[in-house]
């Protein structure tokens, strides 16, 4: 790592954890009803939708019915937005005039942004109206995000109340997280990504003409749009000169500005903010970086001001961060070293002053392999999914970087929300054991930790690797889905394991290389994400549930001390032991062999 | 009368045969699947088998001899679990066998009416019923358990205690209770039947000790939840791995899929069979280290929530204290020499057989050489001590001599026509608000001055409650004593609270708001009265010594009668927890050699390279597997006697308790197996076994 990567990494550091602490104490303010500043801009608004739903925000809910609520509503928003997609061709703001999306891509789609994943089988600026655009993936951009913000509040009431029954209202705290805490934060980050020249409007593509005609020979394609060959197996090519090209534009400020904020990431172009009018500039790319782990980061410390210890917040923040920093070393390393192979046909991939040297493969000139690196690593550690640069082309190991944070289960930082709530259930076994350790039943911020919460914690912690897991298996030993694989060998394996790991912990990101909109992956991805992520929630409300009736065990010198450095070891620990032990075995087949396969090429 | 067994050896040769016996005989499918982990790897040792037999009948998928090796292999791992289990339950049956040899067929002199002039008849004990009477005469052995309603007796309890002295049982008060099994030494007694046949102490003790009925524990079976979890995520680990094998191979065109075998083998080694094969022999030897503490508890959940608890109600008298106070000075009040006070006392307690009396002899004696004298000789008459009068004394040529508490003389003085003088009133306080128990002395309606009777604390106690403290118990005395007096008792022994004035409600009180405060509470007992507090607490230890009610009320009983053993249970509680949770990380941490001992094993000849990660240098992929293998199942063997001993505990505090068991389980279960499996390997190397 170049002093560059280093500072680079440490002002990234630095920065999101400034911003952390005041925006996860005002987040505390929000849910818990206090006043937060902004509630003579928001309030009258707040109160409308209240009145137009018909709801009581007062009403508290038990968990089954906080469960029941969730379920309801994301899958009414999966409806409206799978009818959005295929009607769009009859529905304005469509200046483009694209036909309706076909139903397995609808199925997919609707699925990935209800679940927060963002998976995208589909190029954005060819496929998706402004309408569905703006109505349709950006209004869920942000109701997946509160979704996934207010299962974790109701966790911690789970936490902070003593011998209640019920967890708060998930009408009141999907509002209030948007209307409070989403809406002003993408607000802030759309303007300043607009003065750095990310485009917003609603007008049609524009049309320009080239400075340089340019001269190509591409194959000539039939009715139905198949190559046609030549009697010798070759395609029959025409050579056409292109004089003139399209320019996608579109209200893209607005989507990145909360793409980013609520760990969705998925793109208003189809490469994401690799794409000029989504990320132009270094600075854009550090601002929507930080925005990316913003509120992830926040939430922890939230926690800590929520359950009434401060103290508490900062061992899962601290977590997080160490493996975080842990993985983008190595991700830096790897692409700021570059491909030995390489240095065979006397390409020097070292850094030098004028340029920034490396794994150039697949990263735009502007950021480099430093920010594309580190874009990668915060993009998997938290369940962001957006990308400036393309995870296929990283070095083998500079792959598994994010491969691995993803397989996590999406808890270093992880979505906003779910990121937290996967954590506290690692944080519930690690308490368990080491509960039994110091000779005690376990128990965490005064909680006994039982039999139920094991269970309910075990499911969390089990359900996205089960579906990796067997979809990639499902995936290699059908010819439907070997099918779709483009790169041989072991790369191959690893794009596969990739798409699963994406889809079940509802990342987004993807290797490409593999051709992901067939009914096999559209299908089975969206069957991955939908148990991801609610097979996961689900549980997780049953153990608020569960922790709300406890009462509060007073701390002694005979319990477990939860805010040690001690503690953050154990809990780091248990999360990389997890995700080893499971994943170990299909790692070594991926990236683990092809890194040594090119170690050994180049001795 | 068979006496009670004596503490056998963990490691004695013959629990050892019938466990090894056991071992075999509990590969029952019906026994292994209440256990899932070591289900699973029964089924794989079964699986491998068959496929050990499709290799010798000529289609096998890898040489029949790395089968054969790979499932015996497996076989024993799930044997040495077992006899894990059977190790932990022996010692155990062999008390149990014991005792039933003292249980044999027993008559009970049925009486029509529970008196002793009653009429009545020889019966066997089976046909004995609650509410039933019988007699019982020296030389008898009790048939049942119950309730002495008439009479007086010695008792030998030698063969539910080992105390070999014998104990007084009498009708009324706190010792009425007998247990059947137990023999009359002298006198009679006259007894009601309380428990059923098949349900007395006995049979619960046996049951007990056999652990025939033995539930698993809240914390047992959410650690069970935990490892069955761990075991359907390595299931799918490495049942997916035969895909991916098959696609690699394909995709890099060299090597052959993996053997099923060779997964079999990988998802044993990785399921955590080192913490289940053990799990339920820590239960059955943390029940049995209470036994042999003399301890009796009535469920493995009693044991763990001893671990747990957060309060120790401890009374005063018998824990903390010595049983006796002793006079430790005389403060005469105004006008009155300290010796004269010294004679009046000394006279006042010649009557008074208590230790109390006796020590203010012994202190006159000691301070001014005043002499026993014969009381019958001065012609006295005793007033002994009545609950009306609350003070104790004599007459004497006209001489009405007394002592007693302070309200008690003042009213005596009074009725006198005297008056209590406030010096000696405030020498009363004084001595009391120092921890001590002021005794005043009046001869008619003149008040003499003070006796200083002291409590003393047991030696050691204070270190004790030290200790407790930073293990985060807090301790609360209970005592009848009034708070100045407790006050100065609590500072002294370094107890945490107290509870002063005490009364059974008060306790009652005590214990529920300590609950409503979610601490776990414990505490001893042995009168009636303390069978409510007994029943409320969480952990309540009963004194053998107590009351029939006591002894239901407790889940606990403590043959000794040693309330001190509160903490030794505690201690015991701890263990149990602490040994189930450093095992499992040691299990847990196990996996990341054998993963590194495996996966180069079964990879590399599909991805050459893969190779680099065989760190061990391990000599054949073959003999990798077996290592793996082998060390899987020996470590169970190798942890057996920790587990039956259990992980030391020390009483430092949480966060240095923690630390010290990571460093020594977790980096040590990283550790310890890439040794292990290194030396076994060359150990098969050397054998040209690879």
Known sequence: MTAHGTAYLVVYTITLLALARPLGVYIARVYEGRPCGLARVF????????????????????????????????????????????????????????????????????????????????SGETAMSHLTQTLGLTVQNFLSAATGMAVLVALIRGFARRTAATIGNFWADTVRGTLYVLLPLSLLVALALVSQGVVQTYSAPKRITLVQPLEIEPPRTDASGGTIHDTRGNPVTARVTVTGQTLAVGPVASQVAIKQLGTNGGGFFSVNSAHPFENPTPLSGFLEMIAILLIPAALCLTFGEMVGDRRQGWPLLAAMVVIFIGFAVVALTCEQRGNPLLRQLAADPAATLDHAGGNMEGKEVRFGPVASALWATATTAASNGSVNAMHDSLTPLGGLVPMVLIQFGEVIFGGVGSGLYGMLSFVIVAVFIAGLMVGRTPEYLGKKIQSFEMKMASLVILAPPACVLLGTAVAVATTAGRSGV?????????????????????????????????????????????????????????????????????????TLPTHTPLFVVLLIGTVLLVAALTFLPALALGPIAEQLQMLAAAH | MPSRVQPVKLLEPAIVRRAVGDAFRKLDPRHQVRNPVMFVAEVCAAFSTGLFVQAVSGQGEAPAGFILAVSAWLWFTVLFANLAEAMAEGRGKAQADALRRSRQQLFAKYLFEPSRGSQGSLMPASSMHVGDAFLVEAGDVIPCDGEVVEGIASVDESVMTGESAPVIRESGGDRSAVTGGTRVLSDWLVVRVTAEPGQTFLDRMIAMVEGARRQRTPNEIALSILLAALTIAFLLGVATLLPFSHYSVHAAGTGSPVPVTVLVALLVCLIPTTIAGLLSAIGIAGMDRMIQANVIATSGRAVEAAGDVDVLLLDKTGTITLGNRQATAFHAGAGVREEDLAATAQLASLADETPEGRSIVVLAKERFGIRGRNMQALGATLVPFTAQSRMSGLDLDGRRIRKGAVDAVDRWVREQG??????????????????????????????????????????????????????????????????????????????????????????????RELQEGGRLVAMTGDGTNDAPALAQADVALAMNSGTQAAKEAGNMVDLDSNPTKLIEVVEIGKQVLMTRGSLTTFSIANDVAKYFAIIPAIFVATYPPLGALNVMDLATPASAVISAVIFNALIIVALIPLALRGVPYRPVGAAALLRRNLLVYGLGGLIAPFAGIKAIDLLLELLRLT
């Open chain 1, 43 to 122: 309030g009258p608004a707040e109160r409308l939708l209240y009145r137009l739903a018909g709801v009581d925000p007062s009403a508290e809910m038990t968990w089954r019915r906080y469960a029941a609520v969730v379920l309801a509503f994301n899958f009414a928003g999966f409806v409206a937005l799978y009818a959005l997609q295929r009607l769009q061709c009859a529905l304005p703001g469509n200046p483009s005039h694209l036909p309706a999306v076909g139903p397995a891509l609808s199925f997919n789609t609707a699925i990935s942004f209800v679940t927060n994943t963002n998976w995208q089988n589909y």
């Open chain 2, 418 to 511: 005297g008056s209590f003088p406030e010096d000696v009133r405030s020498v009363a306080d004084r001595v009391a608000r120092e921890g001590a128990t002021p005794l005043v002395v009046a001869d008619g309606p003149r008040v003499l001055g003070v006796v200083r009777l002291k409590d003393v604390v047991k030696g050691g106690i204070r270190s004790r409650f030290a200790e407790l403290r930073s293990m985060g118990i807090t301790t609360v005395m209970v005592t009848g004593d009034n708070p100045l007096t407790a006050a100065a008792i609590a500072a002294e022994a370094g107890v945490d609270d107290f509870l002063a004035e005490a009364t059974p409600e008060t306790k009652l009180r005590l214990i």
């Open chain 1, 486 to 558: 483009l790169n041989p060998g072991a790369h191959g394996f690893s794009e596969i394991l990739y798409a699963f790991s994406s889809a079940a912990n509802n990342n987004g990101s993807a290797f490409a290389g593999l051709s992901g909109n067939t009914p096999f992956y559209n299908l089975g991805l969206g069957i991955a994400m939908v148990v991801g992520r609610f097979w996961t929630m689900v549980p997780i409300l049953a153990i608020a549930g569960s922790l709300v009736a406890k009462r509060q065990t007073p701390l002694s010198a005979g």
